[in-house]
Every structure is written in C-alpha cells, then in structure tokens.
C-alpha cells in the first residue's frame, strides 16, 4: 500500500460523507459533501473543510450537473439516505484508495483498490 497518507486521507473523506449523509437524515433535507480535486480541499457537514497532501492525485466521479463552480464535484444526500452517487479516488504511486457512495442508497464503502482480478 502506498502508506499511511493515502489510507488517513481515504478514511476522513469517507467519514466526512457520512456525517454529511446523517445530517441530511436528522435534518429532513438534503446535504452536500464538495470536493474539488485540483485544489486538494473538500467541504462536508456544518461548513467542516479539509485538504488533501499534493502528494495525492485525486480525482472525482460523479453527476456534473450538481456543481456550483468548474471542476468541482459535489455528491448529494437525500433525507431518505439516498444520494447523487459518485466515486473519489485517492492515488499515490500505484496504490489507490476508492470511496463510493451508492445512488439509492447512500451506502459508502471505502477502501483500498486492487484492480480487476
């Protein structure tokens, strides 16, 4: 694995998502978790903000339509617990770490990517 740098920054974007997924359940309206990989930085719940090493590439999947900014990309939770979707990845060298988060939902699974078998 490509160390501890990929795999900490993997985790905290993947909780952060789940707090945001929480919020939009507790609160009964919807949630946006943003990131925006060429400046390293993402936005979760309660305005909570956060950087990603230089070290990392990082890159985005998801409905372009949600964002607000270009190369922005924001995932949206439902208060069903639904969301838009998306995927993050996380690469250093060749190691990476995927987050996804499932569209119907909301389901977040994170963790390292070895490839198609």
Known sequence: MGGMQLRSSG????????????????RGEAQRFVIEPQQHRWQGADGKAG???????????????????????????HPDGGSSGGRIRLQQGSAEWRIDVGWLTGE??????????
């Open 108 to 117: 977040i699974r994170s963790g390292p990517w070895r490839g198609e078998p």
């Open 11 to 26: 985790k905290e974007i993947a909780n952060q998502l789940r707090m945001v997924r929480a919020q939009a359940i507790a």
């Open 51 to 77: 950087d990603v090493s230089a070290r990392l590439q990082l890159a985005f999947e998801g409905a372009a339509q949600l964002a607000t900014a270009p190369g922005q990309g924001v995932i949206e939770f």
